[in-house]
C-alpha cells in the first residue's frame, strides 16, 4: 500500500508582529519546505492548510516541483497590493505602534482602495492625479451629504469627516515612499507621485500659547472648580500646572506613576515616550513640586504604581478626557468670567498649547535653547526655535512699542517748549551745524512764501 504524503505548517512569529506561514513536507524521502509568506501578505492558517493539500496532491500523483525562484519580470508584474504590502512588512518593524496605525489608515482606507489591482509598472503620473481628483471628489461628496443631515457613515456606523488637504497630501507622501522604492528595484523608471505639485495647498496651523498671565488667571479657574466640585475632585489645577510648568506631553502626564516623581532631586523621570529623546528626567520647579506634594495629599491612595492622575477606577486617563473634562470646562468657565468683566475670551487651549506655553517661559526666563530641547524631548529643535522666534517676536515688538512710546512722550515735550526756548535751540543747533560761520537770513526772508534762503559769511 503507498504511503499517504504528510506534511505540516509552520508558523515563525517575528520581531516586528508579523507572522510567516511556510511548509515542511517529504518528497523522495528528501525533506522539503517553502516559504509560503506573511499574513500582511493575506496568509492565514487556512489558506496554508489549502495550499498544503495541494502540495500533497501534487507528491501523491508525481508532479511536484520545487517553485522556481522569481525572476525580475515576474516582479514587473506584481501588482501594488502586493508590493505594498511587502513594503509595509519590511518598514513596520521600524515605527511605533501609532505611527503603524496612521500607515495602516492610509494604506487600508485610501490607496489600497484605489491602487489595488494596478501593475505598479502601470502607475503613473496621469493615475496619481487622478487618485488626487478623487480624493476632492469624495471630499466634496461627505461634506454635502453632512450639511444636508444626511451624513455617510462607514461599514462600523461611525460617520465620515471630510478629509482635509494636510490628510490627502499625507496619503501621497506614503504613496511617494512607496514607488521610491519600486523605482530602486527597477520596477518603475520614474516616481510619478514625487514633487510638490502633486500636493494640495495647505495653510500653516496657528501655533498658540497662553501668556503668563492667561495661565495663572486659567490655574485659578481650575483651583476653584475643583474646590467645589461637587462629586470628586479630579486634579484639573494640577493636571494643566504639570503640562504648561514642565513641558510633558499630554500621553506622558496622563502615564506618569508616583514612582516617576523624584521627590528628592526634584525632577519627573519620563520612561516611555513619543520618540527616543522623549525619554528623559525633567527638572521641577518648587512651585510644581508643591502642586504634585498637594495633590498626592489629596488622593486616596499613594501606591507608588499608581497613575497620578488616575480616573477614579484607577486607570489612566488618556488625551481625549483631558480635553473634555478638563481643559474644556476650565476654558469655558474662564471665559465666561472674562465675558463679565468685558475681556475677549481666550483661544482654544490644547494640551500642546499648554507644552508649547513651557517653552515660551523657559526661552524668555532666558533659558539656553538645548536645555529646552531636553526638557521637552525634542530631537528636531526646528520646533523649539519656532517657539523662540515667537518669543524674540513679542519681546522686540514691546521694545518697539516701547520707544515709540517715548518717542511720542519726548515729542509732546518739545512742543511745550516756550518760543524763546525754540528760538534758542534753534540757533545752537545751526551753530553746532555750521561750526564758527555766521547765519543769516537774506533780505525780503519775512515773506514766509517759497523757499526761505540763508547764507553764511565767514567772521
Known amino acids: 500500500m503507498e504511503k499517504r504524503a504528510l506534511g505540516e505548517i509552520r508558523v515563525h512569529q517575528r520581531q516586528d508582529g508579523l507572522r510567516t506561514y511556510s511548509l515542511r513536507f517529504r518528497v523522495n524521502g528528501k525533506r522539503r519546505s517553502i516559504t509560503l509568506g506573511t499574513d500582511a501578505d493575506g496568509w492565514n492558517d487556512r ?190 489645577r494640577p493636571m494643566i500646572a504639570v503640562m504648561a510648568k514642565s513641558g510633558l506631553r499630554v500621553t506622558e502626564m496622563c502615564m506618569l506613576r508616583w514612582r516617576d516623581v523624584d521627590v528628592h532631586h526634584q525632577r519627573l523621570i519620563i520612561g516611555h515616550a513619543k520618540t527616543d529623546a522623549g525619554v528623559r528626567e525633567v527638572d521641577l520647579s518648587l512651585d510644581v513640586m508643591e502642586e504634585l506634594m498637594t495633590w498626592r495629599a489629596s488622593c486616596k491612595t499613594s501606591d507608588p504604581d499608581g497613575f497620578v492622575f488616575a480616573t477614579v477606577s484607577g486607570r489612566p486617563r488618556d488625551k481625549d478626557n483631558v480635553r473634555q473634562r478638563v481643559l474644556g470646562p476650565v476654558l469655558r468657565k474662564a471665559n465666561a468670567l472674562r465675558e463679565q468683566r468685558g475681556l475677549a475670551p481666550l483661544a482654544q487651549v490644547s494640551p500642546h498649547a499648554l507644552r508649547r506655553t513651557y517653552i515660551s517661559l523657559l526661552i524668555e526666563a532666558g533659558a539656553p535653547l538645548p536645555y529646552v530641547m531636553r526638557q521637552v524631548g525634542h530631537e528636531d529643535s526646528r520646533t523649539t526655535l519656532e517657539v523662540y522666534a515667537q518669543v524674540q517676536q513679542r519681546l522686540n515688538r514691546d521694545q518697539v512699542h516701547q520707544a515709540f512710546d517715548d518717542l511720542l512722550a519726548s515729542a509732546g515735550e518739545q512742543a511745550e517748549v516756550p518760543t524763546e526756548g525754540r528760538e534758542k535751540m534753534s540757533s545752537s543747533t545751526v551753530s553746532a551745524s555750521f561750526g564758527d560761520a555766521e547765519f543769516s537770513v537774506t533780505e525780503g526772508s519775512e515773506d514766509t512764501r517759497g523757499p526761505r534762503k540763508w547764507s553764511t559769511e565767514a567772521k
Open 47 to 236: 489558506r496554508a492548510e489549502r495550499k498544503l493539500e495541494d502540495v500533497l496532491a501534487e507528491i501523491r500523483v508525481g508532479m511536484w516541483r520545487p517553485p522556481a525562484p522569481p525572476e525580475a519580470d515576474d516582479e514587473r508584474g506584481m501588482t501594488f497590493h502586493e508590493f505594498a504590502s511587502r513594503w509595509w512588512a519590511a518598514r513596520k518593524g521600524e515605527l511605533r505602534h501609532k505611527t503603524q496605525l496612521d500607515y495602516e489608515w492610509q494604506l487600508q482606507k485610501h490607496l489600497l482602495p484605489f491602487f489595488a489591482d494596478y501593475p505598479v509598472s502601470e502607475i503613473d503620473l496621469a493615475l496619481v492625479e487622478r487618485y488626487r481628483e478623487d480624493k476632492l471628489i469624495e471630499r466634496e461628496r461627505v461634506s454635502a451629504a453632512a450639511e444636508a443631515g444626511y451624513p455617510i457613515r462607514d461599514k462600523r456606523g461611525q460617520r465620515r469627516m471630510p478629509m482635509s488637504n494636510g490628510s490627502i497630501n499625507k496619503t501621497l507622501v506614503t504613496l511617494t515612499q512607496i514607488l521610491e522604492s519600486a523605482v530602486e528595484r527597477g520596477l518603475v523608471d520614474s516616481n510619478p507621485a514625487s514633487g510638490r505639485r502633486r500636493r494640495l495647498k495647505t495653510s500653516k496651523p496657528v501655533r498658540r500659547h497662553l501668556e503668563a498671565d492667561d495661565l495663572k488667571e486659567l490655574l485659578s479657574v481650575a483651583a476653584e472648580m475643583d474646590r467645589t466640585s461637587a462629586r470628586y475632585r479630579i486634579g484639573r
